[in-house]
C-alpha cells in the first residue's frame, strides 16, 4: 500500500511538471512574464469596446498575416448566425465564434477585395484574374474576360447585381486595350463600358482604376492619365464621376490616390501620396472630412454592412451623428496595447478584430 501512494504521488509531480511546462494562455486574461514581447489575439467585443473575448492567440494558431478578420454568415449551418473568416490574402480560413472548427475554405485564389452587403457573397483577386465567390467557398467562379485579360480592383455595384474591374490586354507587340468591365451576377454576361486602345511607343497610358456603378447612369473610377507632348511628359490624376448616357463627366477629388468604396457605395475613403491622413468622402453631397494622423492606412478602413460605421483600427467614426469613439478609451484597452484590422457584424453590435498585448 505504501509503494502505491508513492507511485501516485509521483505520477501527481510528473503532471505537474509537465503542466508547467506547457504553453498554456488563459485567453480571457492574459499573464505579463518578465521581459517585454507582444501577443495577438483575435477577439470579439461589444462596438464600445467592453465584454473583450479573446479567441485565439498566435502562439495557439497561427494567423500572423492574416488581412483582417470578418463576421460572415454561417452559410454552411444556420445562416442566420454568423462565423469568423480569415483574409490572408493568398487563402482564406473559416471558423466558429469560439476560435474552434478553423478550416481553409479558399486555396491560392488571393483575398477579398469586396463582400455584397449581407457578406454571402465575396469577390476576390488573383494575379489578375477576378473571381465572384460565396462565403463559405462551395461555389467559386471565375468572371475575368480571357485569359489573356488582366483585371484589377473589382467592386460590386450599389445594387449588387454587376460587378465592375479595369482591364488590361495587350492586343499585339504595339497595342494595348485599357478599359472597364462589367459583369452581371445573375446572366453571368460581360461587357466592356469604357476602353481606349493606345500605341505603346507614344507614350499614351489613361487608366480606369479602381471603378464602381453608382446608379443605372453613373459610374466613378480614379483617371490616371500620362502622355509625352512637346518632348515632356504630361499626367494627370484625378477620381471622377461619370455619366455614361450624357457622357458628362464631373471631378469629385483632384490628385493621386489610393481608395476603397463602402458597402452601399455611398462613400469613399481615401489618402493621398505621401499624407498618410485618411479621408472620407461622401459621394452624393461631395463633403469630405479628414482623419488626421499617420498611424492609419488605407487597408485599415473597414465600413458595417450599412455604410453607418467608418472603422480605423480603435478609432470608429458614426457617419449618422458625426461622432468618433477610440475603442482605447475604454477600460479594457488600459492594459492593452492596441486593436487593429477591425470589423463589425450584421447588426452593428459586435466587433472583431486583432488585439496586440505587450508583454512587460
Known sequence: MKSFKIIIIALFIIIIILLAGCDFKLYNDPEVDEGAWREDFIAIMNIDGSDVELI???HQNYFAGARRPYFVKDLAGNSEEEVILLDFQDKIDIMSLDGENRRTIIDSLGGVQYFNQDRTKMILLHNGKVYLSSVDGSKVEKISLSSITRGYNPSFAKDEETI?????????TTTTELGLVEYNIYTNNSQVILNTV??????????????????ENVIVYRYDYNKFENEEVISSHDFRE????TNEIDILIEGYINLKYSNLNEFVTFERGNDRNIYLLNIETQSTISFETSLYDIEDASF????????????????????TFILEDSDFFGKYHNISKTS???DNTKIVGIVGFLHY
Not at 465592375?164 to 492586343?171: F, H, K, M, Q, S
Not at 493606345?198 to 480606369?208: I, S, T
Open 198 to 215: 493606345v500605341q505603346e511607343d507614344l507614350l499614351f497610358n489613361p487608366a480606369y482604376q479602381y471603378p464602381s456603378r453608382i446608379n
Open 304 to 323: 458595417s454592412s450599412d455604410d453607418r460605421y467608418l472603422m480605423l483600427n480603435e478609432t470608429i467614426y458614426d457617419t449618422h451623428l458625426d461622432s
Open 242 to 245: 461619370h455619366d455614361l448616357v
Open 164 to 172: 465592375l474591374y479595369n482591364y488590361i490586354v495587350r492586343n499585339d
Open 56 to 58: 485565439q492567440s498566435q
Open 344 to 346: 463589425m457584424n450584421s
